[in-house]
Nanobody, 134 residues
Framework: QVQLVESGGGLVQSGGSLRLSCSAS????????IGWFRQAPGKKREGVSC??????????EDFVKGRFSISRDNANGTGTVYLYMNNLKPEDSAVYYC?????????????????????????WGQGTQVTVSS
């Protein structure tokens, strides 16, 4: 069982930035597709961005394109995935979760479909709260 751990959330003013991290204790995430998702109160969980385990290609939902950036650190052996969030807006406030797809191709599927769904991601973290004040 892979337990993902998210960190980096917090309270930030509109226009500010945060960096979220997704890692797994005792495991490397290098070959997993990692997706970032978020859930605001009263709303369904939605996809935000992902990075492929196959080729490192990425996908972003339209509402974060140009503001968020996802990357993977392969140098330290853990494959920690980061989500850089810039120009944050109040509507970005939510609990952010990372999910891991062991087979590694869910992000490629999102690129083809034009949407990142949370089905079939195998492991999840507990989430980290992001709050953007206006």
């Amino acid at each position: 069982q892979v337990q993902l751990v998210e960190s980096g959330g917090g309270l930030v003013q509109s226009g500010g930035s945060l960096r979220l991290s997704c890692s797994a204790s005792g495991y490397t995430l290098k070959r997993f597709a990692i997706g970032w998702f978020r859930q605001a109160p009263g709303k369904k969980r939605e996809g935000v961005s992902c990075i492929s385990g196959e080729d490192g290609s990425t996908y972003y939902e339209d509402f974060v394109k140009g503001r968020f950036s996802i990357s993977r650190d392969n140098a330290n052996g853990t494959g920690t995935v980061y989500l850089y969030m810039n120009n944050l807006k109040p509507e970005d406030s939510a609990v952010y979760y990372c999910g891991a797809d062991v087979e590694g191709y869910r992000c490629l599927a999102a690129q083809r479909a034009g949407v990142l769904g949370d089905r079939d991601f195998d492991f999840w973290g507990q989430g980290t709260q992001v709050t953007v004040s206006s």
